[in-house]
Every structure is written in C-alpha cells, then in structure tokens.
C-alpha cells in the first residue's frame, strides 16, 4: 500500500508536466532509502519513517493521520512505538506525562488542568534547549490560555475542554516531524480557534510561522531550460500487483531489484530534477574543516586494518566511531541544506556499521573505497555542485564491493541533488544595509504635521546636549576622560 500512494504520487506529479521540488526530491530518495532498510533489516524505525514522510504535503496525495495509523498496524508498528522513536529523545519523558495528564482533566478539578499547564511550560522550556523557539513560544501561549481558564467560572472551563484534551494530539504530530510546516501550521490554527481565551491574532501567526520557518509557497520560476519535457518522461503507470509486491523481496539483492522495478516502472529518475539553491560559503568551509578531520580518521582505519596485529575489536570500534562521525557530518549537511551531501553520508555511514558489525576479510579495493570517500566529499566541497564531483561520489556508492551500495535507480537524482547546489558569499536572505547617504536622507526640512511643542523642546535642549557631548567626545581623545 505504501509503494502504491509512493506511485501514485509521483506519477501524478510526471502527469501534470511539473518539475519535482528541491522537497519533493530530497523525500523521493529518503523514502527510497528507508524502504531499502526497512525491508533488508526489518528497522522499525525506517518503517515509521515511510509511513510519516508520505505525510508530507509537498505530495499531491498526502497520507492522512488515520491511515498512516493504519498502514503503521499493518507494518507491526503501534501508535506508541512510532511516537517514541521520532520524539526527540529529552521530550519523551515530558510527552508522557502531558499524555497522561491530558487523560486526567475535569472541568470540576481545577488542579488537573493546572498541572497540564505546568507540564506544557516544561515542554515549552525543554524544546526551547532544542532550538524549536517557535514551538517554545506556542507551549507558554497555551500555558497563559490555560492559567486564563482557571481564573474563570466552572461553568465556562467545561466548555474549553474539547479544544484542551486535543493540545496532546498537536504537541505529538509536531514533534513527530518539527520541520514539518504542516504540523506548525495546524499548531497555530489550533491557537488561533476563538473558543481560547486568548486566541492568536493575525499578526502573531505570521510572526510564529517565520519562528516556525514557515514560507509562503515560492512563485520563483525555474529556468526552463534545466525543466525536462513530459515527452521525456516514462509515464507508464503500474497496473499490476505483482510488479509492486515488495514482499518477495527475501534478499538485499532482491529488494534493491524490486524497488528498481517501481522507479523504472513510473519514471525515469535521471528526470528527478533538484531545485538550484545557494548555499552560505561559511557553511561550506565549516563542513570542509569537519571533512578534513574525517579524512584523517579514514586514513587511521585503513592502517589499523592492514596491521594483521590489531584485534578485530579494536577495529570494529574504529570503524564504528568513523560511521558515527561521517553521520554527524550528514546531518550537519542536512542542516546546511545540503540534501545531497546528506543522503550520501547516511549511506555510506551505513556501510562503515556494517564492516563494524560484521567481520570482513577487506580487499585492497574496499580499503581504497574507505580512504576515497573523503578524499571525493572534500573535492566537492571545494567546488559545490560540479558535475565531476557529483559522479565521482556517486559511482563510489555504486561500487559493487560495498554491501549497502546505492541503487542503481536512484543514483541520477541522487545526482541531480548534489549538482543543484551553488555558494553564495553572502546570505540571500539578508537584505542588503544602505551604505551611502541620498540627498533625501540629509533633507532637514521639517514635516507639516510635526508637534509644535516637541519641536520647541528639543530647540532648546539640543545646544547643550551637543555641547556637553562634543566635550565629552573631546576628553576621550586627549586622555583626560573615561568611559562610565
């Protein structure tokens, strides 16, 4: 069922002669990449994350929250086992707690809505630790609204109970997925419900929804030069359940050819375009330095595996703390909106626990693979987005003598993802400050409507507040003052 809407979704997109988003794409090659695991090592994980990222409304068809509960059951995953895996882990405990006071209000029990009251503050200082300073902000709104209801009569707080017992359920979607604009978005709807208190007002929510990161739907127009026609696209649509049946698949080998037959099945994926998009040159040399210390490590693990003196575990540790550093530096990636480098170092991350788990006797070649990967992410760090370097990192991941190597369906976006990226000296979203003065800006004509009063005030006191400055300016320079 999950392949079948993951068709659908992209067919419908081919069918309407759209070209993929930057989003699209980057979920394209996430859901491919968690379904490859989910179904090679029954992760649980990868199976809630399937579930949630055809969630997303980017999708033309997006799953909604009753059959993503369902197609979780279906999957072996409960509700639970699905929040707790996503929830960041310092919000666990918190959640519980809210949960299980949520289940406990009573319009005729003061206190219980108290106690969700301090429970949401606490959630609300905890997230703010985590950098979610929107979702900070919305807890202590909640909080005051709360605190409001308490203040009030019985009579009125019954009625607030419906909108109170539902603050669990958004606290969970968000979490769940915090860059979800969605989930922020049903967050400050709820706020925004005239039954509150304090309801939000318009001009709160375009404040928290820039908190949130939240953006209008961009209106830029892409080149169309760089937009495949539809005539290029295979829009053959899969009819039969057999070519979809992701159950057959018993073997590494075999998951990887069936999830092929889906991309081959509804399009072609070297058609899969990525978005341009600049990216800060700081960033860029922040992550080259990180690169240079993981190059390092390389280095030191394909040494440590040459000497046949070494014991096994000693190594696996190596290779493990060398998977652990290449994930961080993904997630560093994705957090630089470097969707490519990202995908690339969960790969190959997952690649280095396997060596790490499971004794190998490494080839020459794989030695070569393990060295190489930096030596490749720094190369393209020097020039972001160049074609050269976008298929040397690729064809790395393809190599055969890797045991999670990248499908071969995949590749071309995955390509395409790396080659959409550009750097900027400076932040596109910074406006640029005035540096030199107009002649308007040095008019000292006075406006018609100014307050007569207030101009006769400052007429009188601006002398000497000029003098006393200019003195006070003067004993700087000749050394006979101080700064107090």
Same mark, same amino acid.
């Given at each position: 069922?999950?392949?079948?809407? /993951?068709?659908?979704?992209? @067919?419908?997109?081919?069918?309407?002669?759209?070209? /993929?988003?930057?989003?699209?794409?980057?979920?394209?090659?996430?859901?491919?990449? #968690?379904?490859?695991?989910?179904?090679?090592?029954?992760?649980?994980?990868?199976?809630?994350?399937?579930?949630?990222?055809?969630?997303?409304?980017?999708?033309?068809?997006?799953?909604?929250?009753?059959?993503?509960?369902?197609?979780?059951?279906?999957?072996?995953?409960?509700?639970?086992?699905?929040?707790?895996?996503?929830?960041?882990?310092?919000?666990?405990?918190?959640?519980?707690?809210?949960?299980?006071?949520? @289940?406990?209000?009573?319009?005729?029990?003061?206190? @219980?809505?108290?106690?969700?009251?301090?429970?949401?503050?606490?959630?609300?200082?905890?997230?703010?630790?985590?950098?979610?300073?929107?979702?900070?902000?919305?807890?202590?709104?909640?909080?005051?609204?709360?605190?409001?209801?308490?203040?009030?009569?019985?009579?009125?707080?019954?009625?607030?109970?419906?909108?109170?017992?539902?603050?669990?359920?958004?606290?969970?979607?968000?979490?769940?997925?915090?860059?979800?604009?969605?989930?922020?978005?049903?967050?400050?709807?709820?706020?925004?419900?005239?039954?509150?208190?304090?309801?939000?007002?318009?001009?709160?929510?375009?404040?928290?929804?820039?908190?949130?990161?939240?953006?209008?739907?961009?209106?830029?127009?892409?080149?169309?030069?760089?937009?495949?026609?539809?005539?290029?696209?295979?829009?053959?649509?899969?009819?039969?359940?057999?070519?979809?049946?992701?159950?057959?698949?018993?073997?590494?080998?075999?998951?990887?050819?069936?999830?092929?037959?889906?991309?081959?099945?509804?399009?072609?994926?070297?058609?899969?375009?990525?978005?341009?998009?600049?990216?800060?040159?700081?960033?860029?040399?922040?992550?080259?330095?990180?690169?240079?210390?993981?190059?390092?490590?390389? /280095?030191?693990?394909?040494?440590?595996?040459?000497?046949?003196?070494?014991?096994?575990?000693?190594?696996?540790?190596?290779?493990?703390?060398?998977?652990?550093?290449?994930?961080?530096?993904?997630?560093?990636?994705?957090?630089?909106?470097?969707?490519?480098?990202?995908?690339?170092?969960?790969?190959?991350?997952?690649?280095?626990?396997?060596?790490?788990?499971?004794?190998?006797?490494?080839?020459?070649? #794989?030695?070569?693979?393990?060295?190489?990967?930096?030596?490749?992410?720094?190369?393209?760090?020097?020039?972001?987005?160049?074609?050269?370097?976008?298929?040397?990192?690729? #064809?790395?991941?393809?190599?055969?003598?890797?045991?999670?190597?990248?499908?071969?369906?995949?590749?071309?976006?995955?390509?395409?993802?790396?080659?959409?990226?550009?750097? @900027?000296?400076?932040?596109?979203?910074?406006?640029?400050?005035?540096?030199?003065?107009?002649?308007?800006?040095?008019?000292?004509?006075?406006?018609?409507?100014?307050?007569?009063?207030?101009?006769?005030?400052?007429?009188?006191?601006?002398?000497?507040?000029?003098?006393? /400055?200019?003195?006070?300016?003067?004993?700087?320079?000749?050394?006979?003052?101080?700064?107090?």
């Amino acid at each position: 069922d999950l392949a079948l809407l /993951f068709q659908e979704n992209i @067919s419908d997109v081919a069918a309407e002669n759209k070209v /993929f988003t930057h989003k699209q794409n980057s979920l394209i090659l996430n859901w491919l990449y #968690q379904a490859d695991l989910f179904l090679s090592d029954n992760n649980k994980e990868a199976g809630s994350r399937l579930v949630n990222l055809l969630k997303d409304h980017e999708w033309p068809t997006p799953l909604s929250d009753i059959d993503a509960n369902i197609l979780l059951e279906m999957l072996g995953i409960t509700v639970d086992e699905s929040s707790s895996l996503e929830i960041p882990e310092t919000l666990v405990d918190l959640y519980k707690q809210l949960k299980e006071l949520s @289940s406990q209000i009573n319009a005729n029990n003061v206190e @219980s809505i108290n106690n969700l009251a301090n429970i949401t503050e606490e959630i609300g200082l905890a997230a703010g630790a985590l950098d979610l300073i929107g979702f900070q902000d919305v807890c202590l709104i909640v909080k005051e609204n709360l605190s409001d209801m308490i203040s009030e009569q019985s009579s009125s707080i019954q009625d607030y109970i419906p909108y109170i017992s539902q603050w669990e359920n958004h606290v969970k979607n968000y979490l769940l997925e915090p860059d979800n604009s969605d989930a922020a978005m049903s967050l400050l709807n709820y706020l925004a419900d005239m039954h509150w208190p304090a309801p939000l007002e318009a001009t709160d929510i375009d404040i928290l929804k820039d908190m949130f990161g939240v953006t209008e739907e961009s209106t830029d127009v892409m080149d169309t030069t760089m937009v495949t026609s539809v005539d290029q696209m295979d829009s053959t649509i899969v009819t039969t359940t057999d070519q979809l049946d992701l159950t057959i698949a018993t073997t590494n080998n075999q998951v990887q050819d069936v999830l092929n037959e889906i991309l081959d099945d509804v399009i072609d994926t070297k058609d899969i375009l990525a978005a341009p998009h600049t990216v800060s040159k700081d960033l860029v040399e922040m992550l080259r330095e990180e690169v240079v210390i993981i190059q390092e490590e390389a /280095f030191n693990n394909v040494e440590l595996i040459k000497d046949k003196n070494i014991e096994a575990s000693i190594i696996s540790d190596s290779l493990s703390q060398y998977a652990l550093h290449t994930e961080r530096f993904g997630n560093a990636c994705q957090a630089a909106e470097l969707d490519g480098l990202y995908q690339v170092s969960s790969l190959f991350s997952r690649n280095l626990n396997y060596f790490s788990n499971n004794p190998t006797d490494f080839t020459e070649h #794989q030695l070569s693979l393990l060295s190489s990967f930096p030596e490749k992410v720094l190369a393209y760090l020097e020039m972001p987005g160049e074609s050269k370097y976008s298929d040397e990192i690729a #064809q790395i991941l393809q190599d055969d003598a890797l045991p999670k190597k990248l499908m071969l369906g995949v590749a071309p976006a995955l390509i395409n993802l790396l080659k959409a990226v550009y750097v @900027s000296d400076q932040d596109v979203n910074k406006e640029i400050r005035q540096t030199v003065a107009t002649r308007e800006d040095t008019s000292i004509e006075l406006p018609a409507d100014i307050n007569q009063e207030l101009l006769d005030g400052l007429l009188q006191e601006l002398p000497g507040q000029t003098e006393e /400055f200019s003195s006070a300016i003067q004993s700087l320079i000749d050394g006979s003052g101080a700064i107090s």
